[in-house]
């Protein structure tokens, strides 16, 4: 027979898991309150089981697990929807949470979602023959832009992404040193980091903080192609600015 494999995950209380789970579309597929609390859960071909534990301390958890999917796109859209009816936004900070969706150096299309447990459940879609690490850029702004994501949105270091964007930036923006020259990014570029400055100081000061990084990112004129590749960015910038958080 073919093998399955299913992630064992802690969290405080089954109790409060499985209503989030449940919102996000997911069928209970075992419960058990005593002698150990456990239960499990399953959407199409994604199974998850948890255990109780009440020591358990979700904000410093580790736990994760990864699933590869052919609908990336498609189980982001409904995660969120079903969060946003069950809690009436789209909690992108704290717990429970979930990320932006996007493309990573390492040939994936993925979004990190975490749990009351403090489990981060990572979704992806392969869009590259390999999932080896792109080679760092050597160009200033697309390495900044490599480097942030992969720290930011990848290992959650909020701060570190921050400082590697700003050292970006206070070498020249749209503003004061334009493509052409040699000196500045490109205007696709500037709204990426922008963007990503925004969300990463969203995490780490509140939503409020995201303002100022926005409203450059909106200054700044794209043409239809750059505002194609820039689809998804320019999708979680108007979440931060609607106050999805």
Known sequence: ???????????????????FYRALGFEVTSYQKSPNPYCGVRLRGIELQFFGMKSHDPATSYSTCYVLTDDVDGLYASFRTGLKAALGKVPTRGLPRIGALKDMSYGVRQFLMT?????CIRVGQPIADSFEYAAVPKERYARALHQATL?????????????IIDRALEHGTGADAGPGDGAGPTPLQLVQLLALRAEMAAQLDGLHAATPWLDRADAVELDDAERESARDVL???ADLRTGED
């Open 1 to 19: 027979m073919a093998e399955t494999v299913i992630p064992i995950l802690p969290c405080p209380s089954i109790d409060d898991l499985l209503d």
């Open 115 to 119: 749990d009351p447990g403090g489990n």
């Open 151 to 163: 720290l930011g949105e990848s290992k959650g270091d909020h701060a570190a992404a921050a400082r």
């Open 235 to 237: 999708s979680r910038a």
